[in-house]
């Protein structure tokens, strides 16, 4: 079978653009924080679920509100699922403000299409609950089943979200406030680019006002008093850098034949040679029966055949400081497939004329 290649080049252009620092650093300690927890859908089109613990759940529910259900019979219904729930706190969020909810059934609900959910608290890792789920759902995916068995699915549909389905209880302490400094974190660490950094905050606001303290984070004096601290953030994250070049690399997925060639990519002066082989393989059943009346069974036999193609190699040479151009220019005229193109790479890399690091996704 044959497979799409992709080959995808970046080309940069030779002035590296700046970007402001908020967009390539975040604030130490300014994170959203992870939530999770445990519910039940109900009105759904008999698509739930008959596991024990949704019959457990369904139980203790009834009797909080009073529901006396006789310990010799198990509640079931179809039109209740069991569901985990997460959801992402956002940074500085205050009770009373709401955030988005992912609801995804744990048991063997067909589709939660339809469903409500029942009112959830949502935990943190601390174990404290942090918010209240409760709404409808908006699911994507349906699906449809015939009575002799067949199915149709698209996308999940035991899947589903709630927009500001869920309602802030409890504020997340941090750090923004405390100190007499904060730390910008690079989001992709390099030292060159953190010296730029604390070089541009300290030419605005003076030196030794920020300094590197490694290749990810920057410290910066910052005044006490929240408000002004925000102020001066807000000053800090418009300031342009101009980010340092990323290291030369060479990215290859395996499985979807993507290679990805960055700018700065060299390769030393090598020869290559390229030679193409195809083997086909095809696989036949012959019968043969026994002649006239004699006796005898028929019997299949199966005949293999085996052709091997193979094409007549090609040679190409690459010059002292080959460029990204030089490399593609050259795979594209011998027309190497993604599988020969892998194997010339990591050839390459062997041999110590792939000035890059070779990296295989």
Same mark, same amino acid.
Request: proline share 5%.
């Given at each position: ?17 700046? %970007? ?6 975040? =604030? ?16 759904? +089109? ?23 259900? #006789?310990? $010799? ?34 048991? +063997? ?11 959830? #608290? ?15 759902? =908006? ?15 698209? $996308?999940? #549909? ?10 802030? %209880? ?16 690079? $989001? ?61 690399? *060479? ?8 290679? *990805? ?33 004699? %006796? ?5 036999? #199966? ?59």
């Amino acid at each position: 079978m044959r497979y799409l290649f992709v080959l995808i080049t970046c080309f940069l252009a030779s002035i590296a653009h700046a %970007e402001r620092i908020k967009d390539i650093s975040s =604030v130490a300690g300014v994170r959203s924080n992870q939530l999770v927890g445990y519910g039940l859908v109900v009105g759904l +089109d008999g698509t739930g679920d008959k596991t024990s613990f949704t019959s457990q759940t369904f139980r203790n529910m009834l009797n909080n509100f009073g529901v006396a259900i #006789p310990a $010799n019979v198990s509640p079931s219904s179809k039109n209740i699922a069991a569901v985990a729930i997460h959801a992402d706190l956002p940074p500085f969020s205050k009770p009373g403000q709401t955030i988005d909810i992912t609801v995804s059934a744990i048991g +063997d609900a067909k589709s939660l299409r339809g469903g409500s959910l029942l009112m959830s #608290p949502l935990k943190g890792a601390d174990g404290n609950v942090y918010a209240l789920a409760q709404g409808n759902l =908006v699911v994507s995916g349906f699906g449809a089943e015939g009575r002799d068995g067949s199915r149709l699915s698209v $996308n999940v #549909p035991s899947v589903g979200r709630i927009p500001n389905g869920a309602t802030v %209880e409890r504020t997340v302490p941090n750090a923004f406030s405390q100190g007499d400094s904060l730390v910008l974190n690079l $989001n992709h660490p390099d030292f060159t680019t953190s010296r730029r950094v604390a070089e541009e905050i300290n030419n605005l606001l003076g030196a030794n006002t920020a300094k590197t303290i490694d290749a990810t984070s920057i410290r910066v004096r910052a005044p006490r008093d929240a408000g002004q601290r925000v102020s001066f953030i807000s000053v800090l994250e418009n300031l342009e850098v101009t980010p340092a070049k990323e290291t030369a690399k *060479v990215i290859i997925n395996s499985r979807t034949g993507t290679i *990805v060639i960055g700018q700065d990519v060299r390769v030393s002066p090598v020869a290559v040679t390229h030679g193409g082989l195809t083997v086909a393989i095809t696989e036949e059943l012959e019968v043969n029966q026994p002649n006239g009346l004699t %006796e005898g069974e028929t019997v299949i036999t #199966p005949r293999t055949g085996i052709q091997v193609d193979e094409d007549s190699g090609h040679m190409f040479e690459f010059s002292p400081g080959a460029s990204l151009r030089d490399i593609v220019e050259a795979v594209n005229q011998v027309g190497a497939a993604p599988g020969d193109l892998m194997a010339i790479l990591e050839a390459l890399k062997q041999a110590g004329a792939l000035k890059a690091e070779l990296i295989v996704i």
